[in-house]
């Protein structure tokens, strides 16, 4: 297969040969890495393998003979790209790079993991999701390379018991998420969706034997509700879990809609799904990742304050 150039129109989502990445095969994901290292290209490729996704690009410097900065102007064209992550060392300090991830950044999520000694003030300036390690970085990736980016921190929870709904929502609000309450007009209707619904609050709880149709139906109608930003689905190990059929009637319920929806399960829980249509982590993993895509929503709407290149 021969490589897709950066900018080309043409190809699909695969990981291209000869841009370091032709170990790595692609799942299908929306998620371009750009990076100086192939261990780090492992360690996300492996992380994503897990949740059975993978990237759109794995770029490795050094075995392809293109600027950075040139491939990540490229990305924000590239309709098959929808977030990129940027993992490099020196070469990052390129005022010709940070102009281009600047750009970019102001299209779609741009993510990267900092060294511990660089401050916050310079991901505000232009906009980059800080990731604290490779693996938070690939559940970011996996959410908003897959997912419409949160609009804002409201987050709408809903657990498979009282319990969990609570805990979730505890770590939310932790990660600078806000389980904001719920119009009584929602409410209402959460507790019409299904006879499954335990608590129609946010964090909404379901009956634990739910059928999951009930909890696609719950799922829907905070979705319809226009009163959050992102959903997260908690479900604990027993007696509830993802399964197939819970995936399909998901898969009807998020089409076309701006909202992200992620579900939060414990790891080893999950039987092998394919692609799933919704991201599918940890509980904490999907706190911190709409974290991460609410922190970015909050820079799109004060970077005229925040970037010189938006500012008149």
Known sequence: ??????????GGTHAPRG?????????????????????????????????DAGLAWAVTLGEVDVAPEELIAAWAEDGTIRA??????TSSTSPALVRAARAFARRKPLLTVPPRRTARSPARR???????????????????????SPRGPRLGVVASSALLAAEVGRAAQRAGLAVTRLTASCERRLALASDGVGRAENPVSLDPVADPAAVADVVGTLLDSTEVDAVLLALARTPARPSRALLHELEAVVRGVDVPVVVGAPRGSLPSLGAPPVPVLTASSAVRAIAHGAERADWLAHASETDPDRRS
């Open 1 to 10: 297969m021969e490589p897709r150039r950066p900018g080309d129109p043409q």
């Open 84 to 89: 990129a992550a940027v993992c490099l060392g």
């Open 19 to 51: 841009a370091g990445a032709s170990e790595h095969p692609s799942g299908g994901g929306g998620l371009a890495l750009l990076t100086d290292s192939a261990d780090v290209t492992r360690t996300v490729v492996e992380r994503l393998r897990r949740h």
């Open 126 to 148: 232009t906009g980059l999701v800080r990731c604290a390690d490779l693996a938070d970085l690939a559940d970011t990736g996996l959410l908003l390379g897959s997912q419409p």
